[in-house]
């Protein structure tokens, strides 16, 4: 996987940008004076990140993920992964025929529900999971594969399905591991 140089970062005119951050040169970045990525976070091949978007340190978005920030946002705490393919949307046309939809119509035709995404501290979401506007997934969780989220979640639960339900409790273990982590790395 090639990486943009941090020059070619620095011409793209990111809102903000952390140190070691790595964007792969196959990544389609839209509107990029409203992205903010944190220290040491990676965007990979053919990724679309487009809208308000906020990325927290130590957060990678795998292959093929689809982060729709919009008007409102979708915003990503420290040592978030989306895993291939995830897609998440704060904002979604109305599907009842009451109104029309795509993004080609002016908006007084439609009826586009705006909500901001929230991704709490060490959460996963698995392969091809896809996440609805006005979602809040608590710190802690992991989204199975495949699953819709479309209800927020409560903090270190494990959540698959459609809807995405919560299934079990995931273990707090991480925690430790990861302020292990970040001693050895001195980056408290």
Not at 140 to 146: D, Q, Y
Not at 163 to 182: G, Q, V, Y
Request: hydrophobic share 40%; glycine share 10%; charged share 20%.
């Amino acid at each position: 996987m090639a990486y943009l140089s941090q020059s070619q970062i620095d011409r793209l005119g990111f809102k903000a940008v952390g140190k070691n951050v790595k964007i792969s040169d196959k990544a389609a970045i839209y509107n990029p004076e409203k992205i903010s990525i944190g220290d040491n976070s990676r965007i990979d091949d053919f990724c679309i990140i487009s809208g308000i978007v906020e990325i927290g340190r130590y957060c990678h978005i795998t292959p093929m993920c689809l982060v729709a920030g919009g008007e409102l946002g979708v915003f990503l705490s420290d040592f978030v992964t989306l895993a291939y393919g995830v897609k998440i949307f704060s904002q979604s046309d109305d599907y009842s025929g009451e109104s029309m939809v795509n993004s080609l119509i002016p908006k007084k035709y439609k009826n586009e529900k705006f909500a901001p995404v929230l991704i709490g501290k060490q959460v996963i979401i698995g392969t091809n999971a896809v996440v609805f506007p006005g979602v809040i997934i608590n710190e802690g969780c992991s989204i199975g594969a495949m699953s819709l989220v479309v209800n927020s979640t409560e903090e270190w639960g494990i959540y698959y399905g459609i809807p995405a339900r919560r299934k079990s409790n995931r273990s707090k273990n991480i925690l430790d591991l990861e302020s292990e982590f970040l001693a050895e790395y001195n980056d408290i």
